[in-house]
C-alpha cells in the first residue's frame, strides 16, 4: 500500500509499506480521512522521542471496515488501544493504561495510509448522515470534551454561569469551545493570533475571536483552557484565571515555565493536566457529532496524501486558515 513515512526531521517519503495485517480481534479499515494533529508536527519536527524515523505518523481517521464483524461498515477510530485489565481500565481511566499504545507510535503505525487494522472494540460506526470528513475529527473533539468533563468536576460554579477562555483555535482549541458549549457552558472566548484562522473561525464555526491582546479584556474567567501548551500562553492562563478558577492543560507545545505556582496557591486556582480521553469520551463525543450537537463539523480542508508534505510545511508556515487539515488516499 501506500503510506506518507516521516523519515526523519521536516522529511516525509510517499512511498509503498507493507499492508498492515490484523491481528485477531482487529479489522481492516480503508482509510478516507486522516487528520494532520499538532503531535504528527511535532514529530515531523524532530521533537518527538516517542515517534522515532521511520514511522507512518497520523492517528484522527476514519474509513470503511474490510474484513470482520463490521465488515462494510463506515467507521471512526479510537487510536487508544489499552490491555483493559489493569486498575485504570477498570476504573474508567484506560486513558491512564500503562501499557496503553496508540497508532503513530511503535508498535503501531498510524493512518497515514490506505489501509489501517485496528481492535473492534475501538471502532464506532457512522450514522448514514454523517460524512466520513466529519466522523475523522472524533478523535481531535474528544481531547476538548475529557478536558471540558474534567474541569466541570471542580468548578465552584455553575458551568452556565461561568466564564471561560480558550487559548488557541487550531482543532484541539476549536473542539474544546464546541464541548463546552455541547455541556453546558456558553460565555466562551478564543484566542487566536492567526489573522486569517480567526476570521475563519469567527465566520464558519460563529466564536468570539480574539487577538491575544485583547484577551485580559474579557477577563478574569473561571475556565480557561490552554490548547497550546507553551510558556507564554500558561502564563496568559496564569494572569487572567480568577481567583478559585480552573486552568485546564491540554496543548504540548513545550515543556517549562510559565505557570505563576505562587498565585495558583494563594488563591486555590485548580490546575488540571490532560492527556487524550478515555474510551467512554469517545464514544460520547462521537455520538454528540452524530446528533448535531457540535455544530456542522466543516472546518476542515482535505488534500490528497501524496501532498502530504506540502501540507504539514504550509501548516509551519501559518498558511492555514482551517482548524484542520484531512489528508486523503489517493486510490
Not at 478523535?139 to 471561560?164: F, M, Q, T, Y
Not at 515555565?257 to 490532560?274: A, H, K, N, S, V
Request: aromatic fraction near 4%; charged fraction near 20%; charge should be negative.
Amino acid at each position: 500500500m501506500k503510506a506518507l513515512v516521516y523519515t526523519g526531521p521536516e522529511t516525509q517519503a510517499y512511498r509503498d509499506v507493507a499492508d498492515p495485517v490484523p491481528l485477531d480481534g482487529e479489522a481492516l479499515i480503508k482509510v478516507a480521512h486522516t487528520g494532520i494533529c499538532g503531535s504528527d508536527m511535532h514529530a515531523f519536527l524532530g521533537h518527538d522521542e516517542r515517534r522515532p524515523a521511520p514511522l507512518v505518523l497520523g492517528h484522527e481517521v476514519a474509513g470503511t471496515v474490510l474484513s470482520g464483524a463490521l465488515k462494510g461498515r463506515r467507521v471512526t477510530v479510537n487510536p487508544l488501544v489499552t490491555c483493559g485489565r489493569c486498575t485504570a481500565c477498570m476504573s474508567d481511566q484506560d486513558n491512564l493504561c500503562p501499557d496503553r499504545q496508540i497508532i503513530s507510535m511503535p508498535p503501531r503505525p498510524g493512518g497515514f495510509a490506505e489501509f489501517l487494522s485496528m481492535p473492534e472494540s475501538n471502532l464506532v460506526t457512522i450514522p448514514d448522515h454523517v460524512r466520513d470528513a466529519q466522523a475523522a475529527l472524533a478523535e481531535p473533539i474528544a481531547c476538548g470534551w475529557h478536558a471540558v468533563r474534567l474541569a466541570k468536576r471542580v468548578l465552584s460554579e455553575n458551568p452556565a454561569d461561568v466564564k471561560a477562555l480558550v487559548i488557541g483555535g487550531g482543532a484541539i482549541g476549536l473542539g474544546t469551545a464546541l464541548s463546552m458549549m455541547a455541556q453546558g457552558v456558553s460565555d466562551i472566548r478564543l484566542v487566536e493570533p492567526n489573522l486569517e484562522r480567526a476570521h475563519f473561525l469567527t465566520e464558519t464555526c460563529g466564536l468570539e475571536v480574539l487577538p491575544p491582546d485583547q484577551a485580559p479584556a474579557g477577563g478574569p474567567y473561571g475556565l480557561i483552557v490552554d490548547a497550546v501548551g507553551y510558556q507564554g500562553t500558561r502564563a496568559t492562563a496564569s494572569a487572567l484565571v480568577k481567583p478559585g478558577g480552573v486552568i485546564v492543560h491540554i496543548g504540548l507545545g513545550a515543556a517549562e515555565g510559565g505557570l505563576d505556582i505562587r498565585r495558583m496557591t494563594l488563591q486555590e486556582i485548580t490546575f488540571i493536566g490532560t492527556y487524550t480521553y478515555t474510551a467512554a469520551d469517545f464514544r460520547d463525543t462521537a455520538q454528540a457529532m452524530f446528533d448535531g450537537r457540535l455544530g456542522a463539523l466543516d472546518w476542515t480542508e482535505t488534500r490528497p496524501l501524496s501532498d502530504g508534505l506540502r501540507a504539514f510545511a504550509d501548516l509551519r508556515a501559518g498558511k492555514v486558515a482551517a482548524p484542520k487539515i484531512l489528508l486523503t488516499p489517493d486510490t
